[in-house]
């Protein structure tokens, strides 16, 4: 295994880090973890060297903590750094902070979290976070020993990544949506370099884009992977884009079978910063600009368009009417377009006033295109 340092937190992490949010299940439900196969995983991933664990309270619906904690309770917990997350959304008072932080200390077993993290900050919960004094509540945990390590995870637009990681001087480390596909994307390759410049180590979630980025490409995407001079999988060819700069800390794969497992360590196991040519570069560069033409429409997610007088998501909906062109993904398309959409935010909430497409820098025909959506997307037994 290869190891990195977590920015100037002093601490060697393993390259490749186990997300513990695509566990493999029984059933079909996310909330019957197979405990036996999960439990060889990362019994054979700590074996191999991996040594950061990153959960949250609500994977698995809270049952990968308390798996978590039944496994590393045994002598395993002191060989890895546990990660897991404040869940912010449900933050609604200070006394809610001390409230969960018990809760995932009792289901995870243990007395202290090496890596804590804001879960999923974006603009709203973060001014509602602060204003309940959650900078003040962790620098007491931090004092305690309770926290060693403090950082966030993000999901928003760049400036508002800057504006997180400029509050607070004492940050530690941050953890993005980053892959060679995602450079122009919430915090971006922007915010990449911004949080490696000011100190904080930068932890990768999303590497292949939940598994989009390994699956079998178009052909004339799949042809243009021929061109890289060593053999790589799809998956291995997106995690070593990322190990390829030297400022990534840890990659976060959600390994969900042992052939993922073994295969993502074989490929740790090679990481080294800068040994991509500048041709294998130029071909990431390719496959992301045949991914982008395959999409009707070119949404930079300023969010120019928003807010929607009829509060219509309406940003999401193009980034999900993107992503299925892109990759072809109905299934996760309809997915995040039924279960992550609130019901009062879907496109057929339009009622075509245009508001929208005046103000878009692009010139989409934004209402049509939520219109499509709707018809593509919309499927009564997901939601
Ligand atoms: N803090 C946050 O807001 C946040 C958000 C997202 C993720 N995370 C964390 O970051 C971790 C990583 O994100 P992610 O799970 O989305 O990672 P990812 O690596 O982008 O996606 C994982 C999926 O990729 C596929 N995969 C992995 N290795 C593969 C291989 N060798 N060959 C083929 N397919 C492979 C599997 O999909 P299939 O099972 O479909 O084959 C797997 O479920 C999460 O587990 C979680 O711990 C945090």
Redesign the pocket.
């Known amino acids: 295994m290869q190891y990195r340092k977590l920015g100037r937190t002093g601490l060697q992490v393993s390259v490749l880090g186990f ?4 566990l493999p299940v029984l059933d079909n439900d996310t909330k019957k973890i197979d405990e036996k196969l999960a439990e060889k995983m990362i019994l054979y991933a700590i074996d191999k060297g991996v040594n950061y664990i ?3 309270y609500p ?1 698995h619906g809270g049952e990968s903590e308390r798996f978590l904690g039944r496994l590393l309770k045994g002598g395993l917990r002191e060989k890895v750094l546990l990660a897991t ?1 404040l869940p912010c959304w449900s933050i609604n008072d200070s006394t809610d902070f001390d409230k969960y932080f018990t809760e995932q200390l009792e289901k995870l077993q243990t007395d202290y979290f090496d890596c804590y ?1 804001l ?2 900050l974006d603009k709203e919960s973060w001014k509602k976070i602060c204003d309940l004094g959650v900078l003040e509540w962790c620098e007491k945990k931090k004092a305690a020993g309770k926290i060693k390590f403090l950082g966030f ?1 993000f ?1 928003d637009q760049y400036s508002v990544f800057k504006q997180i990681v400029d509050a607070y001087d004492n940050w530690d480390f941050c ?1 993005i ?1 980053y ?1 060679y596909m995602d450079t122009n994307y919430q915090a971006g390759k922007r915010g990449f370099e911004y949080a490696s410049r000011k100190g904080l180590g930068v932890i990768i ?7 989009q980025l ?1 699956e079998d490409p178009p052909a004339e995407i799949a042809d243009l992977w021929k061109n890289f001079s060593s053999a790589r ?1 799809y ?1 291995d060819g997106a995690l070593q884009w990322l190990w390829n700069q030297p400022d990534v800390s840890i990659v ?6 042992m ?2 497992v073994k ?2 360590i074989a490929s740790a196991e090679t990481a080294q910063p800068n040994i991509l040519t500048s041709k294998e570069l130029d071909l990431y560069k390719k496959v992301r600009r045949e991914y982008i033409k395959r999409s009707p429409i070119r949404c930079t997610g300023c969010k120019y368009c928003e807010p929607c007088p009829q509060k219509v998501a309406i940003s999401s909906i193009l980034g999900v009417f993107m992503m299925n062109a892109m990759y072809d993904d109905l299934k996760r398309s309809r997915t995040v377009y039924n279960k992550f959409i609130q019901a009062d935010a879907r496109a057929d909430k339009c009622i075509e006033c245009g508001e929208c497409e005046s103000k878009c820098p692009q010139n989409i025909k934004i209402i049509k295109w939520l219109k499509e959506a709707h018809q593509k997307f919309y499927v009564e037994d997901e939601v």
């Open positions: 997300g513990a949010m695509r990153d959960t949250a994977y997350k993290l879960h999923a995870s999901h953890q949506q892959n979630m999303e590497p292949l884009r939940g598994g390994a999988s998956a976060l794969s959600g390994m969900s079978n052939q993922h295969e993502n």
